[in-house]
Nanobody, 121 residues
């Protein structure tokens, strides 16, 4: 089982990035996939997740951002690939972004390796 995250990098404030996370080698169903992010010295916090039926959930901190279109999660269910479109990036968005995938009912969670996002002011 492998989750390959990509799309991170260095961007100026106000710019955009699109993170991708592709799951491979997974047999059996995957339900929820999503993104956490982590800054040094802090716990990982949920950015957003998306279920196999397309329902989305944004972490409390990011709900307003999602309404403004700053963070948008999407999924290609056929490929077990998710995306996180991030716009109007701010320096405080600098973090390592981790993707995850859950079995139904949370029976098992798989993690990707993390991708660094750095937003310069």
């Amino acid at each position: 089982v492998q989750l390959q995250a990509s799309g991170g990098g260095l961007v100026q404030a106000g710019g955009s990035l699109r993170l991708s996370c592709a799951a491979s080698g997974i047999t059996g169903p995957i339900n929820i996939m999503g993104w956490y992010r982590q800054t040094p010295g802090n716990q990982r916090e949920l950015v957003a997740n998306i279920a196999s039926d397309g329902r989305t959930y944004y972490g409390r901190t990011y709900y307003d951002d999602s309404r403004k279109g700053r963070f948008t999660i999407s999924r290609d269910g056929a490929e077990n690939t998710i995306y996180l479109q991030m716009s109007s990036l701010k320096p405080e968005d600098t973090a390592v972004y981790y993707c995850f995938a859950d079995r139904p009912l949370g029976a098992q969670r798989f993690w990707g390796q993390g991708t660094q996002v750095t937003v310069s002011s």
